[in-house]
């Protein structure tokens, strides 16, 4: 009996260990399943392009906070970076126009996260909780500022002079994909063709390259393999020769890029502007990393995982509005799903 037992417990550990690792790929394939077989419309092209549309300002801040939290961090600034980035560069439109406004977002967004990290280093913050707190009060000064900054108005895309080609190629341009649909109806020989075509987003299109680029940042370069051995173990790391300092302020530096993109993004599509316009994208950003698998306690993660996060996040906002449920239960659903994510990253932890 002992010696069976020692010989299926190796088989069944893998099991488990395999089971929590795809989690989220198995919870994306039933979720859409379910949601296509109780609704139809949700397959429908309309409907995938609507979801392809919603990889936007989520999925870049995300992909930032990625490595903001392999290094073994975390980042809450996020709404103030992009309360400072959307106020400021809709303020430059007319005055330098669209392009150059949006490289000063860019600049003003790395400068923001280099700021975070050096108050880090230079406060000897190394833990996860004193940086909570940190970019917290960070976020808030942000916020302030970006408040001061336009008096508490509001930027209205409708009163602006110059036109945004690039601004409006962000929020409406897509790319139409035709897609030919043999049926059944008809006879053998003269089947019936189907044109579906499905418009995808240009936002989309950027979003893969940006996920291209920071993939191969992170598997190929030695930075960005030096902050995955920092999150696992920043003493280590410095006893190995890594500039740990260094590290701190390249990835929120790069969190900082990336939420100026995403916010970039997010000012495209709305036609009012307010400086609080960036709430509760820390808590969504944090929640699509951790769900997607990367380890709250650093170290191990992937831009490809976070992506696993955001589409579960995205589906299931999704289906359960198409499925009509009501927002204070799905506010319920989310955070039921960022609990269990956060459970399982443990329970990965304490199987090794």
Request: aromatic share 8%.
């Amino acid at each position: 009996m002992t010696k069976q037992r020692n010989v299926d417990d190796p088989l069944s550990r893998r099991v488990v260990v395999l089971t929590l690792e795809y989690l989220v790929l198995l919870a994306i394939v039933a979720l859409v399943i379910v949601t296509a077989i109780r609704e139809p419309s949700f397959l429908t092209s309309g409907n995938i392009a609507n979801i392809m549309r919603q990889f936007g300002p989520l999925s870049f801040i995300a992909l930032g906070m990625t490595f903001i939290i392999i290094g073994g961090f975390i980042d809450l600034s996020i709404p103030g970076m992009i309360s400072m980035v959307t106020m400021i560069t809709l303020s430059l439109f007319d005055v330098i126009g669209e392009l150059p406004a949006m490289f000063v977002g860019m600049a003003l967004g790395i400068a923001m996260g280099c700021l975070n990290g050096f108050v880090l280093v230079s406060s000897g913050a190394t833990t996860q909780a004193k940086a909570l707190f940190i970019t917290f009060g960070m976020s808030r000064i942000y916020g302030a500022v970006s408040q001061i900054y336009t008096d508490g108005a509001v930027a209205n895309r409708a009163e602006f002079i110059r036109p945004t080609p690039i601004t409006n190629a962000l929020s409406q341009g897509t790319v139409s994909i035709p897609t030919y649909i043999k049926t059944n109806i008809g006879t053998i020989e003269e089947p019936i063709i189907e044109n579906l075509v499905i418009d995808i987003p240009i936002s989309f299109f950027v979003f893969l390259a940006f996920l291209l680029v920071l993939f191969i940042f992170q598997k190929n370069t030695t930075f960005g393999r030096s902050i995955s051995y920092t999150g696992g173990n920043i003493l280590a790391a410095e006893l190995g020769g890594i500039r740990t300092k260094r590290i701190m302020i390249l990835i929120y530096a790069l969190c900082g890029f990336m939420t100026a993109i995403g916010s970039i993004v997010l000012f495209s599509r709305v036609p009012v502007a307010i400086p609080l316009l960036g709430a509760n994208f820390e808590r969504d950003s944090i929640m699509a990393v951790v769900v997607g698998g990367t380890s709250l306690l650093g170290g191990k993660g992937s831009v490809l995982r976070t992506v696993l996060g955001v589409s579960l996040i995205i589906l299931m906002a999704n289906c359960m509005d198409i499925l009509g449920i009501k927002t204070h239960n799905q506010e319920i659903f989310r955070g039921g799903v960022l609990v269990v994510a956060i459970w399982l990253d443990h329970r990965r932890h304490a199987m090794g």
